[in-house]
């Protein structure tokens, strides 16, 4: 999701007064009562850079929006030959009360998120669309993953672009929009947004239309106001498209160091991702030309690979390039690559689409179908982060 990545450095350097400011932005702090959340499971998440678009732990974690599904306390079995005596009727009074007064206390804290407003700067359009936080994660949703995904894909889908939003807020980081006078832009350099007027014409009027945006919806509203969380901040929640295997250690492509965003295994993408493998032709001089290196007579070699299966050096043309670079200024749709140069042709295949940080999208897809939750997809990828409730209170 995120090519907005180049100010996160001195962002992240910057970490111990992002709790200060989610403190002041979100009226008390961004993290539900810890209470609720100590039993959930911990969760491990990159973006689509083509929007059309580890499994570790097996016990069962709780679903994602179960804090949201309690049931109310039960009083002591009854007796049915004994009459309750005055006092423990109370007793059981006086806690229905208390747990009817934390749900309506939840009802107002999600009502309270809801006025928290995304400006989005819509890039042909040149103007500002101002939505409340959910409908554009909706609106992301809807440009980031397909709606044939596995509900709980979606689910997880939703989640990270959430917390890739609130962590912006958060940080007042408004890098690569024009004028900085919104939050985000739709395009990848952040997350590709569909505005609402374009959200229903993304799919035939009639039956379609209208079970696509309940699945968008559905989506959205079963993860309202869950997060991504490490050591109690949100986290730079990156996604991609398809794994070649294996997600990427941040390090190895972005050069910072996070530890939420670590290589594990993605073997679902292989089997039902349609850019898992593919093959970009161009000639060799254009080959050598667009990386600005001289024919030396001996063929492109790679020197080093990362930890997960990508090029992380490559010599070509006697001059030394890291595997982004390759990927880049060739126009890869990844940086795990293999090539062959005959008679004057360069004949490369590529597995994978995008950078490979944090969470695969057709990964997150595979899982889905074999019938993990959105909280389990979410731990696989992300290592070591928490899903939490985030109770925004934008006054």
């Given amino acids: 999701m995120i090519n907005s990545i180049r100010a996160l450095g001195m962002q992240f350097a910057a970490g111990i007064g992002l709790g200060v400011i989610l403190f002041i932005l979100l009226h008390g702090g961004v993290l539900a009562d810890q209470n609720k959340t100590a039993g959930r499971v911990q969760v491990v998440s990159e973006r689509t850079e083509e929007s059309t678009v580890q499994a570790t732990d097996t016990k069962q974690p709780e679903r994602a929006n179960s804090n949201r599904s309690a049931n109310p306390p039960s009083g002591s079995k009854t007796d049915t030959k004994a009459k309750p005596t005055s006092s423990s009727t109370k007793e059981q009074s006086s806690r229905l009360q208390q747990h009817s007064n934390g749900k309506q206390t939840e009802k107002i804290q999600n009502s309270n998120l809801d006025k928290l407003m995304v400006h989005v700067y819509l890039t042909k359009q040149k103007r500002i669309e101002t939505v409340p936080l959910e409908l554009y994660v909706r609106g992301v949703l809807a440009g980031e993953m397909p709606i044939d995904f596995e509900l709980e894909a979606l689910k997880a889908q939703a989640i990270a672009t959430r917390t890739y939003i609130v962590r912006r807020l958060a940080m007042q980081d408004r890098s690569g929009v024009p004028g900085e006078k919104a939050d985000v832009t739709d395009t990848v350099d952040h997350q590709v947004y569909v505005p609402l007027k374009e959200l229903a014409e993304k799919w035939p009027a009639g039956e379609e239309q209208k079970s696509s945006m ?34 990427e250690n941040v390090e190895d492509y972005w050069q910072l160091s996070l530890p939420y965003l670590k290589s594990v295994a993605s073997p679902w993408d292989e089997k039902i991702s349609p850019r898992y493998k593919q093959t970009v032709e161009m000639k060799e001089k254009e080959l050598y030309r667009r990386l600005g290196a001289k024919d030396d007579g001996k063929p492109p070699r790679i020197l080093e ?30 940086s795990q690559f293999e090539w062959t140069i005959s008679d004057g042709k360069a004949t490369i295949t590529t597995y994978g689409l995008g950078h490979g940080i ?38």
């Fill in 214 to 247: 309940q699945k968008l919806t559905k989506a959205v509203e079963e993860t309202s106001g869950e997060v991504l969380t490490y050591q109690g901040e949100p986290i730079e929640a990156a996604f991609f498209s398809t794994s070649n295997g294996y997600t």
């Fill in 305 to 334: 690979t990362t930890e997960g299966h990508r090029v992380k050096t490559a010599v070509i043309g006697g001059k030394t390039f890291t595997g982004r670079e390759v990927r880049e200024k060739l126009d890869l749709p990844s």
């Fill in 358 to 395: 944090g969470l695969s999208q057709w990964g997150a897809n595979g899982m889905a179908k074999e019938g993990a939750s959105a909280a389990e997809i979410l731990l696989h990828y992300y290592t070591g982060v928490k899903l939490e409730q985030a109770y925004k209170l934008p006054e």
